[in-house]
Antibody, heavy 124, light 106 residues
Framework: QVQLVQSGSELKKPGASVKVSCKASGYTFTTFAINWLRQAPGQGLEWMGWINTNTGNPGYAQGFTGRFVFSLDTSVSTAYLQISSLKAEDTAVYYC?????????????????WGQGALVTVSS | EIVLTQSPATLSLSPGERATLSCRASQSVGSYLAWYQRKPGQAPRLLIYDASNRATGIPARFSGSGSATDFTLTISSLEPEDSAVYYCQQRRDWITFGGGTKVEIK
């Protein structure tokens, strides 16, 4: 079955960097885009952007350019989110999610399978 | 940015009752709207896509309707396991989510 398994919780100091992984299994990794979303404490879900797992081309939502980088290692079916120059407001649970597919159609902006989430806490 | 406003914030109903959840968009999203269910400690589950299409494996008691700026998720006969927070999401212009409606089963 399809699974997305994310790396564990991280505690980082302001200014540091963090890299969250998302390992996919149960399907051909390069067939579906991976999206990244986050939910800060007490806040709603925010879409951060996506990465084309076939070409490696990323797309970033407004507010997630510069310090946020999406990458892949297709040899191990894994997507990565790296955040640099961490700030306290980056404290959130970060999710990867695979797009929805039904009856031959890819719905790239709807999310069917999600990782379990990775809590990133930024605190001095 | 398209803002999605969900109402009510909380809905408290008994098993077997009908639940009606609303999602209003700040501008037209056409039919590019989805609904998700989220239970504590779990990732969201896609229920409805493109306003009215049930996702694979979703029970028939869940239905979606609406277009442009006004959308509704209906749970025709509540089951105890439907206790969750429900979110709407649009993909017309980038991707944004509503703030959620909590459904409590009495």
């Amino acid at each position: 079955q399809v699974q997305l398994v994310q790396s564990g919780s991280e505690l980082k100091k302001p200014g540091a960097s963090v890299k969250v992984s998302c390992k996919a299994s149960g399907y051909t990794f390069t067939t579906f885009a991976i999206n990244w979303l986050r939910q800060a404490p007490g806040q709603g879900l925010e879409w951060m952007g996506w990465i084309n797992t076939n070409t490696g081309n990323p797309g970033y939502a407004q507010g997630f350019t510069g310090r946020f980088v999406f990458s892949l290692d297709t040899s191990v079916s894994t997507a990565y989110l790296q955040i640099s120059s961490l700030k306290a407001e980056d404290t959130a649970v970060y999710y990867c999610a695979r797009t929805y597919y039904e009856s031959g159609t890819y719905y790239n902006e709807y999310f069917q399978y999600w990782g379990q989430g990775a809590l990133v806490t930024v605190s001095s | 940015e398209i803002v999605l406003t969900q109402s009510p914030a909380t809905l408290s109903l008994s098993p077997g009752e009908r639940a009606t959840l609303s999602c209003r968009a700040s501008q037209s999203v056409g039919s590019y709207l989805a609904w998700y269910q989220r239970k504590p400690g779990q990732a969201p589950r896609l229920l409805i896509y493109d306003a009215s299409n049930r996702a694979t494996g979703i029970p028939a008691r869940f239905s979606g309707s609406g277009s442009a700026t006004d959308f509704t998720l209906t749970i025709s006969s509540l089951e105890p396991e439907d206790s969750a927070v429900y979110y709407c999401q649009q993909r017309r212009d980038w991707i944004t989510f509503g703030g959620g409606t909590k459904v409590e089963i009495k």
